[in-house]
């Protein structure tokens, strides 16, 4: 018997349902830049997991009497038992975002000069790299390179890389090493606790800091559990507790895994590192049992991290995101395999192999499953990952072209994403009429945020 989401829905929101001509029009008006479309605009928005899930009848109990003292609230001190409970960091403090989290830890850990590692570092996780003057460097797992391949844990670091660099020439630079779970730029896919104790006794070897950006720590955890031997017979909630006493800290966006619409959380385990994090939160973030969160978002997100782990809801998630990718393949698109839970990855330079790199596939398929049904979600291609000239001119393509569709939690219903499916497959059977795109203007840092673009129509 296939799983089925342990709860009911009680409020429910309109979506809007809009023509081709209005898409088109709405598109061209945004300079084919989906993070630029109004909401107002997007029927099947799955454009990100981050900020986008449904919250729970106990969450906003909690948030409706949340107390909202500047200092030592009660909602601090539930955020900060559902921590306790969940990891084994003697400091921990609520940020608003990751990426704010990421900023008070790198830029009080790293230096100019030094180098980053990790599986993948996200769009802003690099960004937060670079702005303090310190190199981000990936080091993705070989088996991530066949997208095809079932491997069950394509998110692992390459492990032979990691040691290469650390014993090198370079090794007295690495100023931390970090590991992604589940690893978002390398394909939703998980990493698993072998390659994590292995990442730790490197560490321990050669005297770097092993931080974990937990973002879908309880994602990870699951499939932990589905996947790896020796871990089947632990709940999720044993596997993220493992998983965190392994790392000397953590980041962690608490609008993935905390299914909340704001918040995160930093965690530390050394004395001097906390001591020198929380005065950088308090000067620019806010005090530290609050950290630039409301008090209503610290009850939602004390509450999500219960609401995560529970086995019923992981087990659901994991089986929707897999009848998804099925009702995909059906479609004649191909995704990453196999599976995974927050999002699926759909091979555009496979489908869409008439258009060269710097026509940008992912984009253009991105753009299209907009224009075809008002679905918007994010290009994880050349538009991301590659490099240019002063001109915008493609230099270095990414090696893969593709298509993020992220699922937001407790969201959207099966329903949603058979439409989704229907629209891949209508776009399948004639993908040569898809248009492909040059860019217009882009900044130097997070341009796939702010880029503008314009429009080539397909035959020219």
């Known amino acids: 018997m296939r799983p089925f989401p342990p709860y009911r829905i009680q409020v429910v929101k309109e979506i809007p349902i809009t023509t081709r001509q209005q898409r088109e029009e709405a598109l061209a008006r945004a300079a084919y830049n989906p993070f630029n479309l109004p909401s107002s605009m997007v029927t099947i928005d799955l454009l990100t997991d981050s900020g986008t899930g449904a919250v729970s009848a106990a969450q906003e109990a909690g948030a409706a009497q949340a107390d909202r003292a500047y200092a030592g609230s009660d909602a601090f001190y539930r955020f900060r038992r559902a921590v306790d409970e969940l990891t084994s960091y003697p400091f921990a403090y609520p940020v608003h975002q990751g990426r704010a ?55 692992n670091i390459d492990l032979d890389a990691l040691e290469q660099t650390l014993r090198g020439p370079d090794g ?66 044993e596997i993220a507790r493992q998983t965190f006493a392994l790392a ?50 610290l009850e939602r997100v004390a509450q999500g991290l219960y609401e995560v782990l529970d086995p019923n809801y992981l087990r659901s998630r994991e089986a929707d995101a897999a009848r998804f990718a099925e009702l995909i393949n059906q479609a004649g698109v191909d995704i990453v395999q196999p599976a995974g839970m927050h999002a699926l990855y759909l091979n555009a330079g496979r489908l869409l192999s008439h258009i060269p790199a710097y026509g940008y596939p992912g984009h253009a398929l991105a753009s299209e499953l907009y224009l075809a049904g008002g679905i918007r979600a994010a290009e ?81």
């Open 101 to 155: 989290a990421e900023r008070v830890l790198f830029s009080t850990v790293l230096k100019p000069g030094q180098i980053s590692l990790s599986n993948t570092h996200f769009d802003t996780t690099r960004a937060n790299v670079e702005l303090v003057g310190a190199e981000a460097r990936d080091l993705p797992c070989p088996e991530f390179g066949n997208l095809d391949s079932r491997e069950p844990f394509k998110g």
């Open 172 to 237: 007295s630079r690495v100023g931390q090493v970090l590991i992604t779970i589940t690893n978002n730029g390398g394909g939703g896919q998980p990493v698993s606790m072998a390659n994590l104790r292995a990442v730790r006794a490197l560490c321990d070897r050669y005297g770097v800091p092993f931080f974990l950006d937990a973002a879908r720590f309880a994602e990870n955890s699951w499939l932990v559990a589905r996947r790896e031997p020796g871990y089947g017979h632990l709940s999720p909630r």
């Open 248 to 297: 000397d800290g953590c980041v962690a966006s608490l609008k993935k895994d905390g299914i909340a619409p704001m918040g995160a959380l930093l965690g530390i385990r050394n004395p001097e590192l906390a001591k020198r994090c929380e005065a950088n939160l308090i000067a620019t973030e806010g005090f530290r049992t609050y950290g630039g969160m409301a008090a209503h978002d």
């Open 380 to 460: 994880l291609g050349s538009l991301y990952l590659g490099s240019f000239d002063e001109n915008h001119n493609l230099v270095n393509p990414a090696p893969f072209e593709l298509v993020r569709l992220a699922i937001p939690r407790r969201t959207y219903t099966m329903a949603h994403l058979e439409y989704v499916a229907d629209v891949l497959a209508d776009i399948a059977k004639n993908p040569h009429r898809v248009a492909s795109y040059r860019i217009v203007d882009a900044p130097p840092l997070l341009r796939h945020f702010n880029l503008k673009l314009a429009q080539i129509p397909a035959g020219n």
